[in-house]
RNA sequence: GCCGGUGUGGCGGAACUGGCAGACGCGCUUGACUCAAAAUCAAGUUCUCGCAAGGGAGUGGGGGUUCGAGUCCCUUCACCGGCACCA
């Protein structure tokens, strides 16, 4: 009587048994290589999706194969538990957000467990534990001891929606990476990390690591945004010779300067326009671009609108007089909020000399010889490479050369000189917001900021506050907000914002190496025994904000002496999307594919396989009900040939026997094929769709088989098959390995090895080629040398027939592929 | 505009090092089993001409290198993503 596939129940029969004899717990080994496989973990915002399965599925495959291969592995897992959802299900529904939150990890945490994904649970991390944020707080303070934490006024980012303001990284086109409101400006004092500080070796560092997709390293490149050029001093007469710097990346241009343009906000510009009759109307013009936001003012098709003010700068090498404008094309915050005008050769400045008819001035001339210098400027301006003119002492310098020549000679003038600019901001960390790490700092009357000392951290998130989403609720809590100065001992009131989630994350992989350590964040022996992540595994979208953060984070705790590695990840996978009918899964279009609805029709493995094998892990992968069928189909079909073969395992199993037919040793030589192969596609490739499409290769053939093969080569390649699919569908491999009679778990086993001279194949078949083009194929004897293959394809009849009378030109000869003859 | 990625059957995808394009799966067609259906097993399935044997075309388009190109080079188009009045 044939046993059924009942994925159900056998599923949960190995969970309980993998979960008490904690075969998933890290094992510290030392004598075994380290790898440590990270999948991004998941912030607990109530189910699991189809996203998350992927991920999770992708991570355990590679986690499960290392264990085999014999390797110590962590594979750990935890929460990334704070942010704003939980503080508005609070508004909403008026429970807690730490009821919210951890009602929602303890599902979530089911959920998983329930896939049978094998995460080392021992070390689980929440960050908004205070055992975890605790840390956090200590690492904000270690950032503030080092200078590279601070408070500063500034016009910020400010999401109305969700009341708080917003680092760059999270504003995406104007809008909040959140919720999609539109994003405006706000004069707040606000703490920063000086991430700009590191702009450099987190640019230069991207070199370094060929296990990143291009994609991300030419994300985070466009997102630091180095120029290189020069910073140029003019100077204004009428105001005592003040300075004004300008950045530039063509110096070589410096003659062709016509006007200058400040920012609106520039702080020079109250004074330029002091006394002159242009006053009130850029008075009025600063007062628009206050109003206006950022996308709508620095967008490529707004209308450029300038001023003059009425007031002139000396140029720094020819000492004319230019014209100051103010312009809003100008940024306050890019380069030095400053640009020199060169119309000849800049397509802006073009434009905006053109509209307010400022003069232009050509100095590079064209090395094409057909094109007049005269038409500089009549049409469009002359953006490309060419020689000096009209450039004093630099004339017929070539102006790459020229770049680096001015530069220079400004900077023995002390006139300015070489200098680079990033587009990258320092990172905005505080939030008006409850759920998140209150920042360890207190404010005094007598002693200013005042940080809390290390020794009385935590800084415990009070439970009296108000949250209606329109106050900070710090602000509510009078125990929380009142306190004494740690210096002084008098009276001082707590800092009342919160740290940005943003900072939780960019540390946690370093606490699941010592995820109970109550002394230090971690330690950095055990930090070091496990760095780098050897693999992490997340979606695309976290390209810049989490990746670049975490980067910026270990940099720091480098140089802080805590760790030893540069780069916290050595390689990365970015998975793609799961869609359904070709968008992604949302409740507003319907398409919602729910994991848990699918794991109860067809059981964990089943969903698994489908996941890994539908798709390449960076590619999209588009969800199809009649996929999952086939997948669970497949499984179906291994679970009755092994059942039905399962006799063959009773008492003595015979040894294999290839020689024993051509079947066996074809059979034979699929087994061992199918083990290198499935090797390298999931422990290295990472191509784990065709690591399965070849085990259901090697099902095909075992259905062929003829039933009076040998026996031993049958059972050899049962036993094969369930090793093979242990990381990929752990709960049938591992059920199945029961049923053929072994007593310890396929998990345990060691990772086959392939035998090369098994893979040798007698006889190959050759494709004869004339011309290049297929006309015939032949069974030839393996191993046969060019000469020899040539030959026998000369004697063949149908090559004959085929060249009939023509001259065999050369014959190429590629043993075990094909042999082209050429003719003519 | 700059940078990066992707283009292969009806569909998801394979071809890793220049060597039989379309593995594997989905879908579809046919057969076996069945009173019948489902399930299962077996065969077929790029397009096109042909009864067939056998031709021809074919990896977004055009060109090139090569005995041979999905793969390398040049060029061009489309789509996706990042940056963008960035000085």
Not at 446 to 466: A, S, T
Request: proline share 6%; hydrophobic share 40%.
């Amino acid at each position: 009587m044939a046993r059924p596939y009942e994925p159900a129940s056998l599923e949960q029969k190995w969970q309980k048994r993998w979960k008490e004899e904690q075969q998933h717990k890290t094992r510290e080994d030392h004598a075994k290589p380290k790898f440590y496989c990270l999948e991004q973990f998941p912030y607990p915002s109530g189910r699991l999706h189809m996203g998350h399965m992927r991920v999770y599925s992708i991570g355990d495959i590679i986690a499960r194969l290392k264990r085999m291969k014999g390797y110590q592995v962590l594979h750990p897992m935890g929460w990334d538990a704070f942010g704003l959802p939980a503080e508005n299900a609070a508004v909403k529904y008026g429970a807690a957000p730490s009821k919210w939150t951890y009602e929602n990890i303890a599902y979530m945490k089911q959920q998983l467990e329930r896939v049978g994904f094998s995460f080392d649970w021992s070390r689980e991390v929440t960050t908004c534990s205070p055992e975890y944020y605790k840390w956090t707080q200590w690492l904000f303070l270690t950032f503030y001891e080092r200078g590279l934490a601070y408070r500063k006024k500034a016009s910020v980012n400010w999401c109305p929606e969700c009341s708080t303001v917003l680092a760059n990284e999270q504003v995406i086109d104007g809008l909040c990476w959140r919720c999609d409101s539109e994003v405006t400006k706000k004069d707040l004092e606000q703490w920063f990390f000086r991430i700009t500080d590191y702009a450099e070796r987190l640019l230069k560092d991207l070199d370094n690591l060929p296990g990143w997709p291009e994609k991300v390293r030419t994300m985070q490149r466009n997102w630091i945004g180095k120029s290189e050029g020069a910073n140029i001093t003019f100077t204004i007469p009428e105001l005592d010779d003040e300075p004004v710097n300008v950045f530039t990346t063509r110096p070589d241009t410096l003659y062709g300067v016509t006007y200058m343009v400040l920012a609106p906000e520039h702080p020079l510009v109250p004074r330029l326009i002091e006394g002159k009759p242009q006053a009130a109307e850029v008075r009025d013009f600063m007062e628009r671009m206050k109003k206006e936001s950022d996308i709508a003012r620095t967008s490529a098709d707004a209308e450029k609108v300038g001023y003059f003010t009425g007031a002139y700068a000396k140029h720094p090498l020819t000492g004319d007089q230019i014209p100051i404008w103010v312009a809003n094309y100008v940024l306050l915050d890019y380069g030095t909020g400053a640009v020199m005008g060169v119309p000849a050769h800049d397509e802006r400045d073009f434009a905006f000399a053109r509209k307010y008819n400022l003069p232009i001035k050509a100095v590079i001339n064209p090395l094409d010889e057909n094109f007049l210098v005269e038409e500089i400027g009549v049409d469009s301006p002359y953006t490309d490479d060419g020689t000096l003119i009209h450039s004093g002492p630099f004339d017929g310098l070539p102006n790459r050369e020229a770049i680096k020549a001015i530069a220079d000679h400004l900077q023995k003038l002390g006139k300015g000189g070489p200098a680079v600019s990033y587009r990258l901001r320092d990172w905005l960390v505080s939030r008006q917001r409850y759920w998140g790490a209150p920042i360890p700092i207190i404010y005094c009357d007598n002693c200013g900021i005042v940080p809390v000392p290390k020794d009385q951290l935590p800084v415990l998130l009070p439970e009296d506050v108000v949250i209606d989403g329109k106050r900070n609720p710090l602000t509510t809590s009078e125990s929380f907000v009142s306190t004494t100065c740690p210096a002084c001992g008098g009276k001082a009131r707590r800092e009342t914002d919160t740290m940005d989630t943003f900072i939780d994350s960019s540390w946690y992989y370093l606490r699941y190496t010592d995820a109970a350590n109550d002394q230090l964040p971690f330690d950095k022996e055990k930090v070091d025994k496990w760095l780098q992540v050897d693999e992490y595994i997340g979606g695309v979208e976290h390209a810049i904000l989490h990746l670049l953060y975490s980067r910026f984070f270990t940099k720091v705790l480098y140089d802080a002496g805590m760790l030893s590695y540069e780069e916290p990840f050595r390689s990365l996978l970015t998975q793609g999307m799961v869609l359904k009918d070709g968008a992604k899964m949302s409740k507003s279009k319907g398409n919602v594919v729910s994991p848990d609805e699918m794991i109860e029709k067809y059981g964990a493995d089943t969903v698994r396989l489908f996941i890994l094998f539908a798709a390449p892990p960076e590619r999209d992968l588009d969800w199809t009900d009649t996929g999952v069928e086939g997948s669970h189909r497949f499984l179906h079909r291994v679970w009755r040939f092994v059942e039905g073969n399962a006799a063959l395992f009773k008492g003595d199993v015979p040894a294999p026997r290839p020689d024993q037919s051509a079947a066996a040793k074809e059979l034979y030589r699929m087994t061992h094929f199918a083990t290198k192969k499935v090797t390298e596609d999931i422990g290295e490739r990472y191509t784990f769709n065709t690591a399965i499409s070849t085990i259901m290769e090697m099902v095909n053939k075992m259905y062929a088989y003829p039933e009076d093969a040998d026996r031993g080569t049958l059972a050899f390649a049962i036993e094969r098959l369930l090793l093979l699919m242990a990381p990929i569908t752990p709960h049938i491999a591992e059920e199945l390995w029961e049923m053929i009679g072994k007593t310890e778990s396929v998990h345990k086993q060691s990772w086959p090895d392939y035998d090369p001279a098994a893979l040798v194949q007698d006889e190959v078949e050759i494709v004869i080629q004339i011309n290049g083009k297929v006309r015939d194929k032949l069974i030839v004897p393996n191993g046969l040398s060019k000469d020899e293959l040539a030959a026998l394809v000369a004697d063949h009849e149908r090559t004959k027939a085929l060249v009939q009378d023509k001259t065999v030109r050369k014959v190429i000869a590629v043993p075990g592929k094909l042999v082209n003859l050429v003719v003519g």
